[in-house]
Every structure is written in C-alpha cells, then in structure tokens.
C-alpha cells in the first residue's frame, strides 16, 4: 500500500507542471465539448415504476492537453397501486481524467479521479485517484478508439466496511459516428484490488446510440451495467439500466 500511495502522491505532483509547463496557451486551439443528457422511464399498473436519470459531461480538448469530465446521477421508486413506494435507485457518479499526449506519437499518460454514492448497493463514498498510460488505437473524423492501464489509491466506505487500498483499472473507450446524424459509443472499465485480483474486482459498462434532432438536441437510448465481484450481504453482483432520453449541447 505504501508504494501504490507514492505512486499516486508523485502523480498529483508531477501533473499540474505538464498542464501548465507552456507559456500563454493559445485559446483559439482550445476546443469545448458540453451536453446534458436528461432520460427517464415509467411503469404503471399493477407495479408502479419511475427512474430519472441525468448526465452532464464537459471536456476541454487542445493539441497540448485534454480534460474529460463527467457526473452522472439516478433516482428511482418502485412500489404498486395499494403500497408506498420504495427507493430502488440512488447513485451519483463523478468522474475526471486529464490526459497528456507524450511527444507526437499516440501514447497518453494522465491521471484518473472518480467519487462514486450508491445508496441502493450502500456504497457510501468510494473515492480514487491516481496515474494512468494509454494508447489511441483509431483516432479519425468518424471513429476513435483508446485504451488505458492504471493503479488507483481508493478509499471506500460502505454499510459494513472502511478502509483504503491498492486498485489495477483498465479501461477502453469507443465512438463510431456512422453517419452525418447519428453514432454508437462504448465505454468499459475493469478494476480489481491489488491485493485480491481474483475475489474482489468489479466492471463497468456504458453503450449506446444517439441520434440528432437537430444542431443542439440529440436523442438517445442507453444501456448502463455495473458488476461487483464481491458485494455486500444482500446485494447482488450485477445491476443493470436501460434508459432513453434526450440529449443537450451547450
């Protein structure tokens, strides 16, 4: 634990001299990337059902470097016509990568942060850190591929346990724009503790398709799964979400 915390300390001192090591960054070669995406879901009948679910991203994009960020948040109820109805989702998800491009080849090197708040799971608060190296596979006007490899500090707080440790993460990231109006993304993860690769590991997944309506507003159907190798009593291991809404550019 003590060489993954030096690790991840030296990371978050050696990072802000890349992010500002040249002089007067040019603001015409700066490039803002941001959208809302709101979506929502109903059942009604026998089992009443609502889930809301909002998506806000914003990256900072330039030939020296990039800044993706993201906050996610859910909320849902299910109950029945004679019953109150019970919270079944509640999570807040935030996520931030700054990213380096080393020298002119498609090599990155960068560092992760992400807090995570799942109620339904009694995740309390899980919060990581720390360095990563990638490679960018495709990188055209239509279609671009990343992947990553990293080591994490966490600290994690959840309904039956505390404490901090060491995390492997991987991670692979895919946008097709196959036509002028419309495209298909992916975004998966992989973690693991280091100490526990094979018992205590956990993968998430992100895939979809959007579709413009028109300059500014997108529509969009989402498909979110999240897996935990090694839950909570009571919890299951998989938990799935499939939502559709719409989409804002800002």
Same mark, same amino acid.
């Given at each position: 634990?003590?060489?993954?915390?030096?690790?991840? +300390?030296?990371?978050?001192?050696?990072?802000?001299?890349?992010?500002?090591?040249?002089?007067?960054? @040019?603001?015409?070669?700066?490039?803002? %990337?941001?959208?809302?995406?709101?979506?929502?879901?109903?059942?009604?009948?026998?089992?009443?059902?609502?889930?809301?679910?909002?998506?806000?991203?914003?990256?900072?994009?330039?030939?020296?470097?990039?800044? =993706? @960020?993201?906050?996610?948040?859910?909320?849902? $109820?299910?109950?029945?016509?004679?019953?109150?109805?019970?919270?079944?989702?509640?999570?807040?998800?935030?996520?931030?990568? #700054? $990213?380096?491009?080393?020298?002119? @080849?498609?090599?990155?090197?960068?560092?992760?942060?992400?807090?995570?708040?799942? @109620?339904?799971?009694?995740?309390?608060? $899980?919060?990581?850190? &720390?360095?990563?190296?990638?490679?960018?596979?495709?990188?055209?006007?239509?279609?671009?591929?990343?992947?990553?490899?990293?080591? /994490? #500090? !966490?600290?994690?707080?959840?309904?039956?346990? %505390?404490?901090?440790?060491?995390?492997?993460?991987?991670?692979?990231?895919? +946008?097709?724009?196959?036509?002028?109006?419309?495209?298909?993304?992916?975004?998966?993860?992989?973690?693991?503790?280091?100490?526990?690769? /094979?018992?205590?590991?956990? &993968?998430?997944? !992100?895939?979809?398709? $959007?579709?413009?309506?028109? %300059?500014? =507003?997108?529509?969009?159907?989402?498909?979110?799964?999240? #897996?935990?190798? +090694?839950?909570?009593?009571?919890?299951?291991?998989?938990?799935?979400?499939?939502?559709?809404?719409?989409?804002?550019?800002?």
């Amino acid at each position: 634990m003590k060489f993954v915390k030096r690790i991840v +300390l030296g990371a978050l001192v050696i990072a802000p001299m890349f992010g500002f090591a040249e002089d007067g960054e @040019s603001a015409s070669g700066v490039t803002w %990337e941001k959208n809302v995406s709101m979506g929502a879901s109903f059942k009604e009948g026998n089992t009443e059902q609502s889930l809301y679910t909002l998506d806000l991203k914003v990256n900072r994009l330039s030939a020296e470097f990039d800044l =993706l @960020s993201s906050l996610y948040a859910e909320y849902g $109820r299910t109950g029945t016509s004679t019953s109150d109805k019970e919270r079944t989702e509640g999570q807040v998800r935030g996520q931030s990568e #700054y $990213r380096r491009t080393i020298k002119d @080849s498609k090599f990155f090197a960068g560092v992760f942060g992400e807090i995570v708040n799942d @109620s339904i799971t009694k995740v309390w608060f $899980r919060g990581k850190m &720390g360095p990563n190296i990638g490679y960018y596979l495709m990188d055209t006007d239509n279609m671009k591929l990343d992947a990553s490899f990293g080591i /994490n #500090y !966490v600290y994690e707080r959840t309904a039956t346990s %505390e404490g901090d440790f060491g995390e492997y993460r991987a991670a692979l990231n895919y +946008l097709w724009d196959f036509t002028e109006t419309a495209s298909y993304y992916l975004n998966v993860e992989y973690s693991a503790n280091v100490e526990k690769v /094979n018992t205590d590991n956990n &993968g998430f997944l !992100v895939t979809g398709v $959007r579709t413009k309506i028109n %300059e500014t =507003l997108s529509f969009f159907g989402e498909l979110r799964e999240e #897996y935990d190798n +090694l839950p909570d009593a009571g919890i299951k291991h998989t938990d799935l979400t499939v939502i559709a809404g719409l989409s804002y550019d800002f």
